[in-house]
């Protein structure tokens, strides 16, 4: 596949996602998939949609694992780096080529390592997991009795977030990631709304998924309330951002010891 045939792939996936099904699938996809760009995520998920764990030919022969004879590999995109002229400490990016990966079921050889991780199950959330954000959020949490009808919010004037403390414990986390996202992409932006909703919503969805929790039917009707048929150009725009919000938040939570104090109320 040619870097013209794969630009093509990516374009054509892309259309697809404001489909309910399909981007419900392509982010429930993304979410396994922390290290790799939007763009290689979703070239990876057009060809291979039950991929769990891929890499190249060499980085498995690293791992202790072989690509089986007869099997296709997935085109994604690699830069083009070369030393800055000015600055020999940088590197610069002129361009991209497009390399090939393999799903871990092409492939045999030695067992990989449990990756240590949240793992919870779809219907029991546990209290402490809600604690762990609360201590890792970058913003101070409240819970409050009464949000006017919402699940949540952030308050722009100090930088602080308030959920609605009769919420189950895994609505409580949505929204707390929902509202963190507003605060990492949102503090003072003038973003038009629409903008900021699917862009905060992706990303609690993104946060959901790696913390064991699904949130589609929540996600999906919120989504399309807000985007209507703007939602692929938005998407073409915010998925950078939405990825890298989401593995933040992500990574922040996996950070905190399980030593917790109580949310402030």
């Not at 990876?44 to 991929?51: K, Y």
């Not at 862009?199 to 913390?211: I, W």
């Amino acid at each position: 596949m040619n870097k013209n045939e794969a630009m093509n792939k990516l374009e054509s996936h892309l259309k697809r996602l404001f489909d309910n099904a399909e981007w419900a699938n392509f982010l429930k996809f993304a979410a396994s998939f922390p290290s790799y760009s939007f763009h290689n995520r979703l070239m990876i998920w057009a060809q291979n949609p039950d991929a769990t764990y891929v890499a190249g030919f060499k980085e498995w022969g690293k791992k202790g694992r072989y690509v089986k004879k007869g099997e296709k590999g997935m085109a994604i995109f690699a830069p083009l780096v070369k030393k800055d002229k000015n600055e020999e400490t940088k590197s610069v990016i002129y361009g991209f080529r497009t390399v090939y990966v393999f799903d871990i079921e092409q492939t045999a050889g030695e067992p990989l390592p449990e990756a240590p991780a949240v793992h919870l199950l779809h219907q029991e959330v546990d209290e402490q997991l809600l604690q762990r954000m609360v201590d890792s959020c970058p913003f101070p949490v409240h819970e409050s009795s009464d949000l006017n009808g919402a699940n949540g919010a952030f308050y722009h004037t100090d930088g602080h977030i308030e959920i609605l403390g009769t919420n189950p414990i895994a609505q409580k986390i949505k929204t707390l990631a929902h509202e963190w996202a507003h605060g990492l992409l949102h503090h003072r932006s003038g973003l038009p709304p629409t903008i900021k909703e699917v862009e905060a919503e992706s990303t609690a969805f993104l946060v959901c998924q790696a913390l064991g929790i699904d949130s589609s039917d929540y996600t999906f009707g919120y989504l399309i309330g807000w985007s209507g048929d703007d939602a692929v150009e938005i998407l073409r725009d915010s998925m950078g951002r939405i990825q890298q919000a989401s593995d933040a938040i992500v990574a922040a939570i996996n950070s905190v010891d399980t030593t917790h104090s109580a949310i402030a109320s």
